[in-house]
């Protein structure tokens, strides 16, 4: 049972829990219409709850939702129920950041400073069905503000997505995406052969990279070691992984177990060799 303290629209109502007398946030079709401050109600089968005691990167719940427009509450809403349907559970903590992102990124559309980003190609096959999970948002917006959303703001959405799903945050999944451009970039400078960002080694060495940098955050360790032999047998590619692991270790400020090198050079050569 809950207590109302704020309706924020029809949709979305600040309410006070009567069990823990904490506020919280109700989302949901109609939730908000004809309620009156003090008035109790149960949360609507349908309706999501959050919690506005959580902390956000940009400060609390609470007060961020002073600041936001309930419709971009509303927008991110509906693209974590898709993304609920699409991979079941997941971290509805991820509201707000997405919300907050979703408002600016109209006010820059609005504003006709429409950003680009280099990695969005990357973004789109490392996490491919985030990507698609994402997409949802084009005819969100369009049908609910007339905004017309590009590929490279779904990207971004697509992290936020990722981020509610996996224990990683938007920031890491950016640089495991520019982790892997750069080595892709390092591998195109020394074969001088473009490669397919679709093809299916490329594929295999994102994930790879992204599991790399996942286990050093958990310091787990690889039980082969196969730098000997890539050292020797393919020595450019273990110098170009042996650079790539110094970049991610930097930035993760955590030391990749040495052994790393040898699978990334591995997977290097996979790449290098479906596009001779």
């Known amino acids: ?33 004809g309620k009156k401050v003090s008035e109790r109600m149960e949360a609507p089968e349908g309706c999501t709850v959050y919690s506005l005691q959580k902390k956000t990167e940009r400060g609390s719940a609470m007060e961020l939702v002073k600041d936001l427009d309930p419709v971009f509450l509303e927008i991110a809403e509906q693209v974590l129920k898709e993304a609920e349907r699409v991979f079941g559970k997941i971290d509805w903590s991820i509201l707000f950041p997405m919300a907050d992102h979703i408002a600016f990124a109209v006010k820059r559309i609005r504003n006709q ?3 680009s980003n280099p990695l969005t190609g990357d973004i789109r096959a ?120 110094g970049h991610l270790e930097k930035y993760l400020k955590k030391p990749l177990d040495p052994v790393e090198i040898g699978y990334l050079a591995m997977h290097i050569q996979r790449v290098s060799a479906e596009q001779e």
């Open 1 to 33: 049972m809950f207590r109302v303290k704020k309706t924020l629209n029809h949709n979305t109502v600040i309410v006070i829990g009567m069990d823990d007398n904490r506020e919280y946030l109700l989302i949901g079709k109609g939730v908000g219409f």
């Open 113 to 115: 400073e429409q950003i």
């Open 126 to 245: 490392l996490f491919h069905m985030e990507y698609k999970t994402a997409e949802c948002i084009v005819s969100i917006l369009r049908e609910r503000l007339g905004i017309e959303i590009d590929e490279h703001e779904v990207g971004y959405i697509a992290l936020h997505i990722h981020s509610a799903i996996e224990d990683e945050n938007v920031a890491l999944s950016m640089q495991i995406a520019r982790t892997v451009r750069e080595c892709i970039q390092m591998v195109e400078e020394e074969t001088g052969v473009s490669i397919d960002v679709m093809s299916l080694s490329y594929n295999r060495l994102m994930n790879h990279v992204r599991y790399m940098a996942a286990r050093a955050m958990k310091g787990e360790r690889l039980k082969l070691d196969m730098n000997d032999y890539m050292s020797i047998k393919f020595p450019d590619e273990f110098r170009i992984a042996s650079t790539v692991c």
